[in-house]
């Protein structure tokens, strides 16, 4: 009973590790590409979620969004 118990807690842990770093790893600043982007810097534009690295990139997404948000397809 124990085994059992601790393979599905360590699936589960796996499973949970696995989609928290594919969420992650998609969250991309649409301004500086090489940065990754935090919900701390979240914009919504068109019904989609776009995560900045810094207060700085928001801004510039804001002065022109149009360009940025063909860069990526948003996050979250």
Not at 8 to 35: E, K, Q
Request: proline share 4%; with cysteine.
């Amino acid at each position: 009973m124990r085994k059992k118990l601790f393979r599905i807690f360590t699936g589960a842990l796996l499973i949970f590790s696995v989609v928290s770093a594919m969420a992650s790893a998609g969250s991309v600043c649409p301004v500086m590409p090489d940065h990754q982007g935090s919900s701390k810097y979240a914009v919504d534009y068109k019904g989609k979620t776009y995560n900045f690295c810094c207060k700085s990139c928001v801004k510039k997404f804001n002065k022109n969004p149009e360009k940025y948000s063909r860069t990526t397809a948003g996050a979250a």
